[in-house]
Nanobody
Framework: AQLVESGGGLVQPGGSLRLSCAAS????????VSWFRQAPGKEREGVSCIGNIDYGTYYSDSVKGRFIISKDNGKRTVYLQMNSVEPGDTAVYYC?????WGQGTQVTVSS
């Protein structure tokens, strides 16, 4: 089983970015998928999660109203649409389906 994130990069404050998490080796539609992030010198924190049955979603207070998580079971991919990004969103973003983690993708918000 493997998770691979992509889509990170440098974006200006107020801009948008879409991260992707591609799964292989297991049926993504059977599992909830979470996005985490870790900024330099800080602990890893949960950002968003999407359920496997009713596609219920969760967002941390810091991203609620700005980020949108979605899932395409046919493509075995989960997306994190990041809108109105702020410098505080700078971090390495990871997707996870316990016990699996991706390698992370760097997001840098800077002008």
């Amino acid at each position: 089983a493997q998770l691979v994130e992509s889509g990170g990069g440098l974006v200006q404050p107020g801009g948008s970015l879409r991260l992707s998490c591609a799964a292989s080796g297991f049926p993504l539609d059977l599992y909830a998928v979470s996005w985490f992030r870790q900024a330099p010198g800080k602990e890893r924190e949960g950002v968003s999660c999407i359920g496997n049955i009713d596609y219920g979603t969760y967002y941390s207070d810091s991203v609620k109203g700005r980020f949108i998580i979605s899932k395409d079971n046919g493509k075995r991919t989960v997306y994190l649409q990041m809108n109105s990004v702020e410098p505080g969103d700078t971090a390495v973003y990871y997707c996870s389906v316990p016990p699996y983690w991706g390698q992370g993708t760097q997001v840098t918000v800077s002008s």
